[in-house]
């Protein structure tokens, strides 16, 4: 199980994304929040910026939409150049057909839990997955403190993905620090998503290194 770290541009200065892209060399992702205002009460940004993104940086986009009708929208996202693209299950009305768009248009294709959503339901879209996303905070807004009740559905995950096979990547979104991550990495997360901690630093790629190397004392 390899770390690795997602930065969230959530907590980044949007008027400067490339400079903040660049700050970050040494993060395996860029996490991008796409939210529309309903499923969400926030709003950040869309197609168009990921778009720009994608020539701004040579670091995989990992978009994560919290948005109402992703079955809609999804697909144009893995166009755009996005390497993964994740939708939330509590969205999606066709998540089978709509996870397979992201994938044949060569996208890593990614489900999102809710802190209140349980796993053991969505076992079976185990096959269309590349990445399962467990929510560690109510989705909209950065800088929310860690939910400690998702840890034990982080472990339900862990053990239903080693039943098939051990590919699929657990991340965890939504606050995650240094205080926090040994937790999420002893739970059975690979991927960590982390915002405020990473652009709320005053040295960016030194707090990805630093989580980098707590999520490893732990996943060894
Ligand atoms: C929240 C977003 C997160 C957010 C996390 O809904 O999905 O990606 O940026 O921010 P932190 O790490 O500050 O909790
Ligand atoms: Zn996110």
């Not at 541009?9 to 970050?24: C, H, M, Y």
């Not at 339901?121 to 096959?127: C, K, Q």
Request: aromatic letters at 6%; proline letters at 6%; glycine letters at 8%.
């Amino acid at each position: 199980m390899a770390v690795q770290i997602s930065p969230s541009i959530l907590s980044a200065d949007f008027a400067r994304l490339a400079d903040e892209a660049a700050a970050v060399p040494n993060a395996d992702w860029l996490h991008v929040d796409v939210m529309d205002y309903h499923f969400v009460p926030n709003l950040t940004l869309g197609l168009p910026v990921v778009e720009s993104l994608r020539k701004a940086t040579s670091l995989p986009l990992d978009c994560h939409l919290m948005i109402e009708d992703p079955d809609r929208w999804a697909p144009a996202y893995a166009e755009a150049g996005a390497g993964s693209v994740t939708i939330h299950a509590e969205a999606a009305k066709a998540p089978v057909r709509t996870l397979r768009q992201i994938r044949s248009l060569g996208a890593r294709a990614a489900l999102a839990l809710n802190p209140g959503t349980a796993v053991e339901p969505y076992e079976g879209l185990f096959g269309e997955i590349d990445m399962l996303l467990l929510m560690t905070v109510e989705p909209g807004f950065g800088g929310q403190e860690f939910l400690d009740m998702v840890l034990p559905k982080i472990r339900t995950a862990r053990s239903l993905v080693e039943r098939h096979g051990g590919q699929i990547w657990i991340q965890v979104d939504g606050g995650v620090t240094t205080e926090t991550i040994e937790r999420v990495a002893e739970a059975g997360a690979d991927v960590f998503v982390a915002g405020s901690a990473v652009y709320g630093a005053s040295d960016p790629s030194a707090a990805v290194d630093a989580l980098r190397a707590q999520a490893e004392t732990v996943t060894g």
